[in-house]
C-alpha cells in the first residue's frame, strides 16, 4: 500500500519529535515525553484541518489577486483598442480563475 502525502509528514513530524526515542529523558525530552498523547492526538486529529483551513485562505487569496490582475489586464486591452475577450491574456487569466 503506498504511503500518503499525509502519512509521510506525519511519519516525519514523530520522527523529528523523536517519539521512537524513548530512552532520552532529559531537558526538552522530558517535555516532550510528558506531552507525547497531546502531540500525538495533534498529528491525528488538529494537523489536517488546520492544513485544509491555511490552503484555503491561500487559495482565496490566490484567486482575489487573479481577479485583480483580470480588471488590470481588460483595462489595458480597451486602452489599446482591443476587444478583451479576444485578447489571449484575458482569455489565460479567466480560464485560471475558472
Known amino acids: ?29 522530558r517535555i516532550m515525553n510528558s506531552k507525547r498523547d497531546e502531540i500525538t492526538g495533534f498529528l491525528e486529529n488538529d494537523l489536517l484541518p488546520q492544513v485544509h483551513k491555511a490552503l484555503g485562505d491561500l487559495a482565496a487569496v490566490d484567486h482575489a489577486a487573479l481577479e485583480v490582475d483580470l480588471a488590470k489586464a481588460i483595462e ?6 482591443v476587444d478583451p475577450d479576444s485578447a489571449q491574456r484575458v482569455k489565460d487569466l479567466r480560464q485560471q480563475i475558472a
Open 1 to 29: 500500500m503506498a504511503e500518503t502525502n499525509l502519512e509521510k509528514f506525519k511519519r516525519l513530524l514523530r520522527e523529528l519529535f523523536m517519539f521512537d526515542q524513548a530512552d532520552l529523558d532529559f531537558g526538552i525530552y
Open 76 to 81: 489595458q486591452a480597451r486602452a489599446l483598442g
